[in-house]
């Protein structure tokens, strides 16, 4: 028997190897890398200084940024999504499987070029505006703006908030929802005391998957917002790839990481057995 187990061990071991290698090479050493280099200056003493330089007014200014525009990005994306994700819960078309490949399929485009042809759509001499034109109707002004990085949001992240919520919709018991009508309750008290109580772990479960890199993004405001708009991201990823900070980028990644932790942390509260999950 003790054979047996050991030899169930051995082979989880050798299937599950090349996951562990995959997660040491690209999360653990970079995070290591991440904390070493925000903990050390330039002469390889240690320091809180890169990570107190968050307090410097334009990192300050991006980081307020990113968490306001992230917040609308995510509260535009929830109110766009429960309804969505209640409609198609209540279809009988071929349920999960349609629905996750419905949602699925424009991820498999390339994330920048999803977020390119917004650009392309959106700038001043666009597909928008020629069409607003040819119509006789006033041109928007909407590109490098911040409404345009918070419509980029919303495009690319929606799909992260519906299918969650979905997921949580598909796993109420029908019988609990029609135990309440029988009971005298309408469809708003249905809604306001069994179905969004129930599915509220798909919510908080959405609100992470989107808040997260919503909060550091820094592709979709650089094209969006052409460069003009910094976010907490786009100070980042200046400071590793233009200005060679690699110090600065480190501390400034280790607050960022802060906020995601903290965002976890809500979340695995709310959802202890993680049916907000849409795998």
């Known amino acids: ?50 990570i107190a330089a968050i307090a410097q007014p334009v990192h300050l200014k991006a980081l307020r940024l990113a968490l306001w525009l992230g917040v609308i990005a995510t509260v535009i994306c929830l109110i766009i999504a429960y309804p969505l994700a209640y409609i198609l819960s209540q279809t009988s078309i071929n349920r999960y499987g349609f629905v996750v490949f419905l949602f699925i399929l424009p991820m498999w485009m390339n994330f920048l070029l999803r977020t390119l042809a917004w650009q392309t759509l959106l700038e001043k001499t666009g597909v928008i505006n ?116 690699w110090h600065l980028g480190s501390g400034l990644s280790i607050v960022l990481m802060l906020f995601i932790i903290v965002n976890m942390i809500i979340s695995s509260i709310f959802d202890k057995t993680g049916e907000g999950n849409f795998l």
Do not use: C
Request: proline content about 7%; aromatic content about 10%; charged content about 10%.
């Open 130 to 245: 020629n069409i607003l034109v040819f119509l006789r109707l006033p041109p928007l002004n909407i590109i490098n703006t911040p409404a345009a990085i918070v419509l980029g949001m919303v495009y690319n992240f929606l799909p992260f908030m519906v299918l969650p919520i979905y997921n949580s919709l598909l796993k109420i018991d029908p019988n609990i929802i029609n135990a309440a009508r029988d009971l005298g309750a309408n469809s708003v008290k249905v809604l306001q005391k069994i179905i969004f109580p129930l599915s509220l772990p798909g919510v908080i479960s959405g609100i992470t998957m989107v808040f997260i890199p919503a909060l550091t993004t820094f592709v979709i405001s650089n094209l969006l917002g052409g460069s003009k708009i910094l976010l907490i991201g786009n100070v980042i990823e200046e400071e590793f790839t233009h200005a060679g900070n």
């Open 1 to 50: 028997m003790a054979n047996l187990l050991r030899k169930k061990e051995n082979n989880t071991f050798i299937i599950g190897s090349p996951y562990f290698i995959w997660v040491v090479i690209f999360i653990v050493v970079p995070l290591i890398m991440i904390f070493y280099y925000g903990l050390i200056d330039r002469n390889g003493n240690f320091t809180l200084e890169n």
